[in-house]
């Protein structure tokens, strides 16, 4: 019966009246899993040793997390994930790890108190510019996301030209074409 209602009151075009004859939804709240506190996560980000001090685009760069459990209950189905922001000046934009990261995110079963894992982010910096990288971590029942410090890093464009490879081409191409000439004269 209250159907009807619902579908009379619709199709009358008074959507207001069929809302009010509706019997009250169940809320989403007794649909999902009520929150825990959120979990007593640390998320430390910082370059790897060995990275070099100017990077230019072709060069690799690593970063390296470290994600404790300071709690008192275990963390569980905890999933980290790596973000990547250009912030150029009127280029900010989220960049996508496609190209730059096969390694975008763990997932750990779960984290006992105390307990941390440490995990390495390589990237292959395929664009100059200037760049911020977060690590961002959030547990199955957490109610909120940790984000380690942002570390931020510039990469310098690479000269398409390289004289080192440039230069035995220019030098030897015209010494060749030289020495065909050179070569056909004497033979005639």
């Known amino acids: 019966m209250i159907d009807r209602i619902i579908l009379v009151a619709f199709l009358a075009g008074a959507p207001w ?3 009010m004859a509706a019997p009250p939804a ?3 709240a007794a649909e999902t899993v009520a929150p825990h506190p ?3 996560l640390k998320v430390d980000l910082r370059p790897a040793t060995g990275n070099p001090d100017a990077p230019r685009m072709g060069d690799r760069l690593a970063f390296r997390s470290t994600i404790r459990n300071a709690g008192t209950t275990p963390v569980d189905g905890l999933i980290a994930w790596l973000s990547l922001v250009q912030v150029d000046p009127g280029h900010e934009q989220p960049v996508d790890l496609e190209d730059w990261s096969a390694h975008k995110a763990i997932a750990v079963a779960a984290l006992a108190p105390g307990a941390e894992i440490t995990t390495a982010w ?4 395929i664009q100059s510019g200037r760049y911020r990288v977060v690590v961002s971590a959030v547990s199955r029942t957490g109610a909120a996301l940790t984000p ?13 030209v390289e004289s080192g490879r440039v230069l035995p081409v220019a030098l030897g ?6 020495g065909g000439v050179l070569l056909r004269r004497r033979r005639s």
Do not use: G, H, I, N
């Not at 390589?122 to 910096?125: A, K, N, S, V």
């Not at 191409?173 to 030289?178: G, H, M, R």
């Open 38 to 40: 959120a979990a007593d």
């Open 122 to 125: 390589p990237m292959r910096l």
């Open 148 to 160: 380690s410090r942002f570390v931020d890093f510039t990469v310098q464009p690479k000269p398409v």
């Open 173 to 178: 191409v015209p010494a060749l074409l030289l």
């Open 26 to 28: 169940a809320s989403a």
């Open 17 to 19: 009246l069929a809302a």
